[in-house]
């Protein structure tokens, strides 16, 4: 139960259906094999770089003499931003593709932005830590690695399968539901972040 906990929370953080009419315009000019191998290296550099944060989350935790409480609170509020973004986004993919067409990329962009900060930004960073440090339903990091990978494949197969569905049936109208209850899903996650947090402080 744990795992599915923790994956789902991952998968939304990472936010693939919000993200998905970002990276077709990303990979607009790409054949299809390119679009699989671009979507492949976002989601791997994403997961290499959030499971070091995973590993690290303690020792930079100890490092600068924080608290659990703190790391909730503070997660806590990142996570509300981001589910507030999530439920409130109101950008279309026309939005998207103009944004897209400022980037000036040079070589693949799977890397840098898919991956970093797109998929891994600093609210990810911030809310990986947070869960390892506070060891999110009981979870020590092999778990929390494990529901990493997991939500990277489901996130990896939105890129993939989603693209292909976003262009033959126009299905905006369900990316937009699946994000906006993804962010609803982290707003309530959030606030009980933050209970927890204050909990912890006035238990002292």
Request: net charge neutral; hydrophobic share 50%.
């Amino acid at each position: 139960m744990e795992y599915l906990k923790n994956t789902t929370t991952i998968f939304f953080l990472l936010n693939a259906f919000g993200t998905l009419p970002l990276f077709l315009a990303l990979t607009k000019n790409e054949s299809i094999k390119e679009k699989i191998g671009s979507a492949v290296i976002a989601n791997v550099t994403a997961m290499i770089l959030l499971s070091a944060f995973i590993w690290l989350g303690s020792n930079l935790m100890n490092f600068f003499g924080l608290t659990l409480s703190s790391f909730e609170i503070g997660g806590g509020i990142i996570l509300f931003k981001i589910g507030l973004e999530m439920v409130n986004c109101t950008l279309s993919i026309d939005g998207y593709i103009k944004e897209a067409d400022k980037i000036d990329k040079q070589g693949s962009c799977a890397i840098v932005p898919l991956g970093i900060p797109l998929l891994a930004g600093p609210g990810s960073i911030a809310i990986i830590m947070t869960m390892a440090v506070t060891k999110s339903g009981g979870a020590d990091e092999l778990s929390l690695n494990i529901s990493l990978a997991l939500a990277v494949l489901l996130s990896l197969m939105v890129w993939l399968v989603g693209g292909y569905i976003f262009h033959k049936y126009k299905g905006d109208v369900v990316r937009e539901l699946f994000s906006k209850l993804g962010g609803l899903f982290l707003l309530i996650l959030s606030v009980q972040m933050i209970i927890n947090g204050i909990t912890k402080i006035l238990d002292k």
